[in-house]
Every structure is written in structure tokens, then in C-alpha cells.
């Protein structure tokens, strides 16, 4: 499952940028306001796109634990994993000293 940041919504148009409000073409009632929001609008797209990530859920085949990866958007690298690799490596190292105890015992 990919969760992926969500840009729908009245200010944004299908192609991804900022669609400019009626408002804020020459002859406007709020034109400053909306060159306000219109302004604000851009900066909260450029925030956004620098920290443009996507969740992806995971299960690791030997622990059967559930693993979030934290994408970038652009790069498709992983950025962060929880539990990390190294958790997840000595997870399963417990499980097989573990079970080399079991056969020890029996």
C-alpha cells in the first residue's frame, strides 16, 4: 500500500500547479487577497515538493513483522525504514540461536 501526498483541493489544477483564482486576474474584486492566497498558495506547493515522500507498508518474509518505508517521491529511494534492517537482522539472528536452543534441549 502507497500512501502519497495529497494536492487535490480548489486552489490546484489537474496538472499538478496552482490554478490562479478569478479573483486575482486584473479587474478583480479581492485581488490582493487573492494575490495573498495565490502567493501563500505557491509557497505551500514548493514546501510540499521538497519533503514529497510516500509511505510504503511492508512484511518482512522471515519475522513476519510489519516494515514502513518512507519513499522519496522523486528519487524512489528509501529515506527511513521502521523497524530498521539492522533490527529486522537481529530479530532474526535471536530467532535462530533460539531454535538451535530448542534442539540443544531436546
Do not use: Y
Not at 479573483?23 to 474584486?29: D, I, Y
Amino acid at each position: 500500500m502507497r500512501v502519497e501526498t495529497n494536492r487535490n483541493g480548489p486552489f490546484w489544477n489537474q496538472a499538478g500547479s496552482v490554478a490562479e483564482p478569478a479573483s486575482a486576474r486584473p479587474g478583480g474584486v479581492a485581488n490582493d487577497t487573492a494575490a495573498l492566497l495565490l502567493q501563500a498558495s505557491r509557497a505551500a506547493r514548493n514546501a510540499l515538493d521538497a519533503v514529497s515522500s510516500n509511505l510504503q507498508f511492508l512484511t518482512d518474509p522471515h519475522s513476519g513483522r510489519t516494515v514502513v518505508q518512507v519513499i522519496d517521491a522523486k528519487t524512489r529511494q528509501v529515506i527511513r525504514q521502521l523497524p530498521s534492517e539492522e533490527a529486522l537482522a537481529i530479530t532474526k539472528a535471536i530467532d535462530r540461536l533460539q531454535s538451535l536452543l530448542v534442539r540443544e534441549q531436546a
